[in-house]
């Protein structure tokens, strides 16, 4: 039980990490917070897997397989970079209870193993790397509150409104006093704190509508994807800026150091591929599989006609062939051959005859 307070706003109440117990053991609301995270990610994945081209059979694969490879990799990278902790066996290094995980090691691991399982069953890695970014949003917005609950992953002391106070942190900031002086300067024990847990939470749930809208107005696969990196970065370098218990090697906060190269790629890369999108005056060049003609016609969304005869793209994909610089419905109206008119009098014609 934790005794939590914000003086500025006048609140104060008490949390306990432990939800519930079953036999004697214990369940934490982190762990419930980061299941119910993504148990909504993989629905969203699921919904919107068509959108993005992906065989939902192959996407269970990827999320199961990606799941083992981010809590592995989020284990691994905190046991390499804390230097407070340190493993016997491979018991205690499966112990996600006893010690932590880190999220860059997590994200990672997720990619690396889902990497290898979309060469291994013939997915789409870009198509589902888009796919899977606002889970990832979802999942990381939801998962802070659970630290919270712990008290844990807080700043330095501040003086805004929304400071937060707990005798848990007090006792963190008395156990670590000589570390944290050396890192930030004076930290009081009896001050409020930044809640870094609480910026990010929000900073994700902003993002969930940021990539919401470019979802639509996507050019090419990958694309949501690196806005997810550009935007985590972001908002992660300046919360690492704050925490009292970053991970360092040497004087570097390594989380902080990765998310910012993690950003800086996506943004050169964005930048760059939009640029070759624009000069290549191609509609067709570099769009995303979901909305090619293959896909439309292997997924029955558009049926096979004659060259000459326009057809109605589905909502998505006409929204995105409106946003070319020349659409192809634009196209499709070029190319149709124009007819002639007849030498005589065209009064003669019938009325009812629509003349090209």
Known sequence: MSHVSF???GLEFDINRVAFSIGGFEIYWYGILIAIGMFIGV????????????????????????????ILGGRTFYVLFADDYEVRNIWEFLNLREGGT??????????????????????????????????FLVGQGLGRWGNFFNQELFGTNTDLPWGMYSDTI????????????????????????????LYESIWCVIGIFVISYFIRRRQFDGEIGLRYLL????????????RTDALFVGNVRISQAICITYATVAAIALVIIKSKIKNSNDPDYLKPYAMTREYLLATGQITEEPADVPQ???EEAAEAADAEPVSEAAEAVADFPAEEAPAEDVSAQDDTEEIT
Do not use: M
């Open 231 to 242: 935007w985590n970065g972001i908002g992660r370098a300046f919360c690492e800026s704050l």
């Open 43 to 70: 629905i969203l994945g699921q919904k919107n897997a068509k959108r993005f081209g992906i065989d939902e059979d192959k996407l269970y694969d990827v999320i199961i397989w990606g799941a083992i490879g981010a």
């Open 102 to 135: 880190a999220f860059y090691g997590i994200l990672t691991g997720a990619l690396l193993t889902s990497f290898i399982v979309c060469r291994i069953n013939k997915t789409r890695y870009l198509c589902l790397l888009d796919n899977l970014a606002l889970g």
């Open 312 to 314: 109605e793209l589905p």
């Open 7 to 9: 003086p500025g706003l």
């Open 170 to 197: 007090a006792r963190y900031i008395s156990r670590e006093g000589e570390r944290l002086f050396n890192e930030h300067g004076i930290v009081l024990t009896d001050g409020p704190v930044h809640p870094t847990f």
